[in-house]
């Protein structure tokens, strides 16, 4: 078996490294073409977002903290009179 490998080796060899440089050369190769090729065609549907002048919808202003509350102590008062405020009104008939 070392007879044989030495054998091929000897008369394969200089061919072997020559096409194993030029395959491991062929991905370097790949990539540089790949570099000079026009860029992509965009994928965006409708208007451009790049052109300025391009129509876009109205932005209409809304508060974060529109519903907000202050939760502050206030001064204490009788607690009948805080719950017949908070207290649901009795229906018509009852």
Request: net charge positive.
């Amino acid at each position: 078996m070392k007879r044989t490998f030495a054998a091929g080796r000897t008369v394969a060899g200089p061919h072997f490294r020559l096409r194993f440089g030029a395959i491991a050369l062929l991905p370097i190769a790949v990539l540089i073409l790949a570099g000079w090729r026009d860029a992509p065609a965009s994928p965006v549907v409708g208007p451009n977002p790049a052109d300025p002048a391009a129509p876009a919808p109205r932005v209409d202003y809304r508060s974060t903290i529109a519903p907000y509350k202050s939760r502050r102590p206030i001064d204490q008062a009788p607690w009948g009179e805080q719950n017949q405020r908070v207290a649901p009104q009795p229906k018509s008939g009852q």
